[in-house]
C-alpha cells in the first residue's frame, strides 16, 4: 500500500523568506500524481501544485515550486517571499494513475504540516 | 459559479442519533468523496462513489453510512454505531476517475468547506 509521509509537523518562516516543506511517499508504483494542498485557517482545502511522475521538470506555480525526486520518492514544497497569507496546514497526497493495487485512484494523504509566517 | 456546497457548517449530535451531512455540487463531477479530519491525523477517506448508484468503503467506513441516488448529491450519516464522531467532515468531488484499463486523470478533487460535527 503506498504511503505518504509529512516528518515536519509544524515550520515556521519569516515573512518575505523561503521555506521548504518536505514529504516524502513510499509506492511500488512507476506512474502517479502528487499535489500540495493548503488548508488555512477558514478549512477550505485549496489545490497548491500538482506534479505528473512521468515530467521530469519540476512543477512551479508562481511563489510556489516543487523539487521533485523521483528515485529517492520525495516532493518538497518551497514557498518563496512568503506571505502572512501563506500561513495554513499544507499536506501532501498522492494518486496512483493506474489502478494497480486496487487504489483506485484515491488520494493518499500525508498527515500535515502547519506552517506559520511571523511578520 | 461551480462548486461543492456543504450543509451545516456546524452540527450537534446527541448520543444514540443518527445525523445526516449534506454534500451537494453543482460541478457535473462523476466521482465525489467523504473525508475525516483529526487533529494530527490528515484526511482519512470514509466512503467515495465513482458513478451513481455505486459507492465504496474507505479506510473508516464503519459507523458511516451514504447514498448516491443523484450525481450532484453524496450524503453522509452519521450512525449512533459511530461512537467517537466528533470531528471536521470534508465532501470532495473530481472528473471522472477513470474507465477500466485507462490512466486516471491528473485532476485534483475538489473541496466543500466541510461540516464540524460536535457530541452534545
Known amino acids: 500500500a503506498q504511503t505518504v509521509t509529512q516528518s515536519q509537523p509544524e515550520m515556521s518562516v519569516q515573512e518575505a523568506e523561503t521555506v521548504t516543506l518536505s514529504c516524502t511517499y513510499d509506492t511500488s508504483e512507476s506512474d502517479y500524481y502528487l499535489f500540495w494542498y493548503k488548508q488555512p485557517p477558514s478549512r477550505q482545502m485549496i489545490l497548491v501544485i500538482r506534479q505528473e511522475a512521468y515530467k521530469q521538470q519540476n512543477a512551479t506555480e508562481n511563489r510556489f515550486s516543487v523539487n521533485f525526486q523521483k528515485a529517492a520518492k520525495s516532493f518538497s514544497l518551497k514557498i518563496s517571499d512568503s506571505q502572512l497569507g501563506d500561513a495554513a496546514m499544507y499536506f501532501c497526497a498522492y494518486r496512483g494513475r493506474y489502478n494497480y493495487g486496487g487504489s483506485q485512484g484515491n488520494l493518499i494523504f500525508g498527515k500535515g504540516t502547519k506552517l506559520s509566517v511571523k511578520p | 459559479d461551480g462548486g461543492i456546497t456543504q450543509s451545516p457548517k456546524y452540527l450537534f449530535r446527541k448520543e444514540g442519533q443518527n445525523v445526516t451531512l449534506s454534500c451537494e455540487q453543482n460541478?457535473?463531477?462523476?466521482?465525489m468523496y467523504w473525508y475525516r479530519q483529526d487533529p494530527g491525523q490528515g484526511l482519512r477517506l470514509i466512503y467515495y462513489s465513482q458513478i451513481v448508484n455505486d459507492f465504496q468503503k474507505g479506510d473508516i467506513a464503519e459507523g458511516y453510512s451514504v447514498s448516491r441516488e443523484k450525481k450532484e448529491s453524496f450524503p453522509l450519516t452519521v450512525t449512533s454505531a459511530q461512537k467517537n464522531p466528533t470531528a471536521f467532515y470534508l465532501c470532495a468531488s473530481s472528473p471522472p476517475v477513470s474507465h477500466q484499463g485507462a490512466a486516471y486523470s491528473n485532476q485534483p478533487q475538489h473541496f466543500g468547506d466541510g461540516t464540524r460535527l460536535s457530541i452534545l
Open positions: 460541478l457535473n463531477h462523476d466521482a
